[in-house]
């Protein structure tokens, strides 16, 4: 079975902080992505990356950067966190061998932004 | 991609199959439909897909009209813990990333 495995379950930090979410699959898969869930606005893409050191920019990448430094691992980051990035972020990996493979979702982490 | 449609939500008897609709009338013909699902404070979980047949796994069947335009999902012997809001979703070729939509809110009731 996939396995995507996200640091944390939730966190809270303060505003301004730099945060750090990590998000690592035990599939050697090729893509990864950062999704960010809200109510009422279903999930939204942040972030993906299709290879190691490669990054695309998703729907809403304002306020975020990511890095691909080993292909199993794929960081989220909030340069100065604001409170309206709390959400529930969810990571994802794919296979890029062939089209079509579904992505598999971690848990997610629930972030609070104070 | 196209679009989909899907009822905001949906009961079912525990024990009975919840057939689940889902619309998505532009398809285009490379594309294909993806069904996830997602309980209560988890990350979506991925459950089928399919281009025109019919697909069958451990979880779920996938039924999809012969002109593509819509699609039925069926979980055969729901339980209580096959409630979820389920999302259907039509996908193009090149891994490009998911798009979800609403969703249907599955309540099965015991």
């Known amino acids: 079975d996939v396995k995507v495995t996200q640091s944390s379950r939730y966190l809270v930090k303060r505003t301004g902080e730099k945060v750090f979410l990590e998000c690592v699959q035990d599939?050697?898969?090729?893509?990864m992505f950062w999704y960010r869930q809200d109510p009422g606005l279903g999930l939204r893409l942040i972030y993906f990356?299709?290879?190691?050191?490669?990054?695309e920019k998703g729907d809403i990448p304002e306020g975020y950067s990511v890095s691909r430094e080993k292909k199993e691992r794929f960081s989220l980051i909030l340069e100065s966190a604001s409170t309206n990035q709390t959400s529930m972020y969810l990571c994802?990996?794919?296979?890029?061998?062939?089209?079509?493979?579904?992505?598999?979702f971690g848990d997610g982490t629930r972030l609070s932004i104070l | 991609d196209a679009k989909t449609t899907q009822p905001t939500s949906m009961d079912c008897a525990e024990g009975r199959a919840a057939n689940l609709p889902c619309n998505h009338s532009?398809?285009?013909?490379?594309?294909?439909v993806y069904w996830y699902r997602q309980i209560h404070s988890q990350g979506p979980q991925y459950i089928i897909h399919?281009?025109?047949n019919n697909e069958t796994n451990e979880m779920a069947s996938l039924i999809i009209t012969e002109d593509r335009k819509s699609s039925t999902l069926i979980l055969p012997h729901a339980t209580l813990r096959d409630t979820a809001v389920y999302y259907c979703?039509?996908?193009?070729?090149?891994?490009?990333?998911?798009?979800f939509g609403k969703g249907t809110r599955l309540s099965v009731i015991a």
């Open positions: 994802a990996s794919s296979r890029g061998d062939r089209d079509y493979q579904p992505q598999h």
């Open positions: 990356s299709y290879d190691v050191k490669m990054k």
């Open positions: 399919g281009l025109k």
């Open positions: 532009t398809i285009s013909g490379n594309e294909y």
């Open positions: 599939m050697d898969h090729e893509n």
């Open positions: 979703i039509v996908r193009g070729s090149g891994n490009t990333p998911l798009v």
